[in-house]
């Protein structure tokens, strides 16, 4: 789809360089849904959004406040979770260790866009593909993995790095090969932070997907 390649070589420019054991004290179901019985919503927003702004607590609105300045707006995929404000407190700690990784920012993002395809989640891809255009992966990289094609890779790091988080979504397991050429290529910690990285953005696709979280008005669908 030559539009859509077109839209993601424009937004590249634009693109954002940020981008336990039981409680048995824990509330019941009911009381904890008790505060946000206001939240479901069959709008075009979602099947679950932010409480109104009136009936939030302190750290929801500073939730609320922080995070609708990361799109210029109330949306994404937090916008569900300030709901549960411990647990997206939880969640936005994992992103910013995540985000101090050495893992080079180009490897992230194509990391980021196979967890994107696998979960064909809409919004993920149109944050993270031109973040991956900007940080130095190729267009044509990014649109054959959006049309479900085996990428041409140029580079030994995005293919070793590619490889091994597709093979770790699709087959739940890292064959030998690829698990020694990802540990050469990043060593110990770095390995440990992109499986962790993979597994958080999963999480992301998951709440994005299950509580339809839209994309902008205007943004043309990937999948």
Request: aromatic letters at 8%; hydrophobic letters at 45%.
């Amino acid at each position: 789809m030559k539009g859509y390649l077109l839209f993601l070589l424009l937004a590249s420019l634009f693109a954002s360089s940020e981008l336990v054991a039981e409680d048995q004290s824990a509330p019941s179901i009911d009381a904890a849904n008790a505060t946000g019985k206001h939240a479901l919503s069959a709008t075009p927003s979602g099947r679950i959004t932010a409480p109104p702004v009136s009936e939030m607590t302190e750290d929801q609105k500073a939730l609320y406040d922080k995070e609708s300045g990361t799109f210029s707006g109330p949306i994404g995929p937090r916008m569900p979770l300030i709901n549960s404000a411990e647990v997206e407190r939880a969640w936005d700690q994992l992103s910013a260790a995540l985000a101090k990784s050495a893992l080079p920012r180009n490897l992230r993002e194509l990391a980021i866009l196979t967890v994107a395809v696998t979960w064909r989640s809409e919004f993920e891809w149109y944050v993270h593909s031109p973040a991956a255009v900007r940080f130095g992966i190729d267009p044509s990289i990014v649109e054959a993995m959006r049309k479900g094609q085996e990428p041409a890779f140029t580079a030994d790091d995005q293919r070793i790095v590619y490889r091994y988080a597709t093979e770790l979504q699709r087959t739940h397991q890292v064959s030998d090969d690829a698990y020694a050429a990802a540990w050469k290529l990043l060593g110990t910690k770095t390995l440990v932070d992109l499986t962790v990285l993979i597994g958080h953005y999963t999480s992301v696709s998951m709440t994005l997907n299950a509580h339809k979280v839209p994309i902008p008005d205007g943004v043309p669908r990937a999948f």
